[in-house]
């Protein structure tokens, strides 16, 4: 069964810096999605950025982008010029081609400092 | 375009109890899915549907929870016999078929504690 990782239950960053979340994930399988979603205190989760696996290409969404290596299976996303509203829990999520049970890590508490 | 919409979205029932949860996706999404995320960690996927049809039930999806979306618009998601253990927040998402993934939209989420 396919797993995803979060391995930094918390991270801070200062308001305009980079910060990196880091995510890998367990498959056998060659095609897939991958997913980073935003989850702010109490409000709902919504889409960050998604990278189809067949694609080398690295996504990136304005100040969102990732560092895909697939070998690895390794799947980090790098917040640039970090802002306020920026703080959040930030989940992985792992979605096979061949059904619709998307797999979400423990998430990444992201903390935005002033 | 309201957003996925979930309702009631704080539920506090007593053990044993029967409880229903009400689903509205976004209007013309044909996919809905239930999750369950517990504190501290993240959505477990529950079920999905097609329109009305129930296509994947993940095995956590114990018999005492059920699922419907009898026109293939709003879903509930009722548990009967409530248990300590099935306090969590409850998940509601939608998409829109496409070529590749589509994107979910999730709701606010119904908050259930199980005293």
């Known amino acids: 069964a396919q797993t995803v990782t979060q391995s930094q239950p918390e991270m801070s960053v200062q308001e305009a810096e980079t910060v990196t979340l880091s995510c890998t994930y367990d498959?056998?399988?060659?095609?897939?999605?991958l997913f980073w979603y935003k989850q702010p205190p109490s409000r709902q989760m919504i889409l960050v950025i998604r990278?189809?696996?067949?694609?080398?290409q690295n996504a990136t969404e304005n100040r969102f982008s990732v560092n895909f290596q697939k070998a690895a299976k390794s799947f980090s996303l790098k917040i640039s010029d970090s802002q306020l509203g920026d703080a959040a829990m930030y989940f992985c999520?792992?979605?096979?081609?061949?059904?619709?049970?998307?797999?979400f890590g423990a998430g990444t508490r992201l903390t935005v400092k002033p | 375009d309201t957003g996925v919409s979930q309702d009631p979205r704080h539920k506090i029932t007593k053990r044993g109890q029967n409880v229903t949860f009400r689903c509205d996706p976004i209007?013309?999404?044909?996919?809905l899915y239930w999750y369950r995320q517990t504190l501290g960690q993240g959505p477990e996927f529950l079920t999905y549907?097609?329109?009305?049809?129930?296509?994947?039930k993940s095995r956590l999806l114990s018999d005492r929870f059920s699922a419907e979306r009898p026109k293939g618009s709003f879903s509930t998601l009722e548990i009967q016999r409530t248990e300590q253990g099935d306090s969590a927040m409850y998940l509601c998402?939608?998409?829109?078929?496409?070529?590749?993934?589509?994107?979910?939209?999730f709701g606010p989420g119904t908050r259930l504690t199980v005293l």
């Open positions: 998402a939608s998409s829109l078929t496409s070529g590749g993934a589509d994107t979910q939209y």
């Open positions: 498959t056998s399988e060659s095609d897939y999605y």
């Open positions: 990278q189809e696996a067949y694609k080398q």
């Open positions: 999520a792992y979605r096979s081609l061949h059904n619709n049970d998307m797999r």
């Open positions: 209007s013309e999404h044909n996919r």
């Open positions: 549907f097609q329109n009305e049809a129930q296509l994947e």
